[in-house]
Structure formats: C-alpha cells, structure tokens
C-alpha cells in the first residue's frame, strides 16, 4: 500500500474526484478533545460503511461518503494505490489555536 499526502486547498479541482471523507467515531474522548473554535462547526452522521457513529467539520465537501477511521484504513488496506488529501490551512488553524491557548 502506497500512501501519497497531498495538500489540497478550498477550491481544489481535485476535491470534485474525492469519493470519502475520513471521520473520527463520534466517542465522547473524540467529542471532549475537539477544540473549542470548532465546537459550532461540528456535523455528526454514521458511516457509510459500517454504520458507526462519527463527526467531522462543517466545511466537508457535500459530495462525498464519509467513512470511520477503522473502515478507511481497511479499505486502503485493499488499494494499490491511495492518494490522502490534506488541508494544510486545518492544521495551521488548529496550531495558532493552541498556541493562543497556551498564551492566556
């Protein structure tokens, strides 16, 4: 299994051939952990392929299926060949947010 990381930004053409969006399982560790500036920007669904419980961020591409963390490793556990999307300015975002939080 090859796993290539590729960032991709808001607008992204690429994002219209994305088939499956990997989801945290909604537990409430994973709930408890989300950071505070995301809180409002939560969506819960099942997965489309287990049925489990997950969440992910309101900015998700409409278009997609979304899949546990369990069930997409599994599948890509199948694939020759795998190209994992990234959102860089996600990271940043979440970066700048706990260095604010370790400030005050």
Not at 1 to 26: H, Q, R, W
Not at 60 to 74: F, R, T
Not at 78 to 100: P, V
Request: with cysteine; charged share 30%.
């Amino acid at each position: 299994m090859s796993n290539i990381f590729k960032e991709i930004t808001e607008g992204d053409a690429e994002l219209d051939d994305v088939e499956y969006g990997a989801c945290l399982p909604a537990t409430q560790e994973n709930i408890d952990a989300i950071p505070e500036m995301w809180i409002s920007q939560i969506k819960y669904d099942k997965c489309s392929l287990c049925g489990e419980k997950i969440f992910y961020r309101d900015n998700m591409p409409e278009h997609i299926k979304y899949a546990c963390l369990h069930c997409m490793y599994a599948m890509m556990a199948e694939e020759e060949d795998n190209t994992l999307l990234f959102n860089k300015s996600a990271a940043e975002e979440l970066m700048e947010y706990f260095k604010k939080k370790e400030q005050n």
